[in-house]
């Protein structure tokens, strides 16, 4: 039960992380942000299609989180890349 309040804890924290950076790169403007507002939409419908029918089906909650943070962790990784000018 700790892991899975660990795990939610540190996804809660990863989270925040990539809205900031995504706050960042959207105040900074041009072309890339709408790129980024799709690919955000369209990752958050495949994890929820992923997940919600895995989770139904009696599916780890840990697994799930686990699904959610990899997501998260690349993302993070990815917008805090230097930008190519």
Do not use: H
Not at 8 to 30: D, K, P
Not at 41 to 69: H, N, Q, V, W
């Amino acid at each position: 039960m700790f892991e899975t309040m660990w795990k939610l804890a540190m996804l809660t924290i990863e989270c925040q992380q990539v809205i900031g950076l995504r706050m960042a790169m959207v105040a900074r403007g041009g072309a890339e942000v709408g790129e980024e507002i799709q690919l955000m939409m369209s990752e958050k419908t495949a994890s929820a299609f992923r997940c919600g029918p895995a989770l139904l089906a009696g599916g780890s909650f840990d697994r799930m989180i686990d699904d959610y943070r990899g997501v998260v962790q690349a993302n993070a990784l990815r917008l805090a890349a230097p930008v190519a000018s």
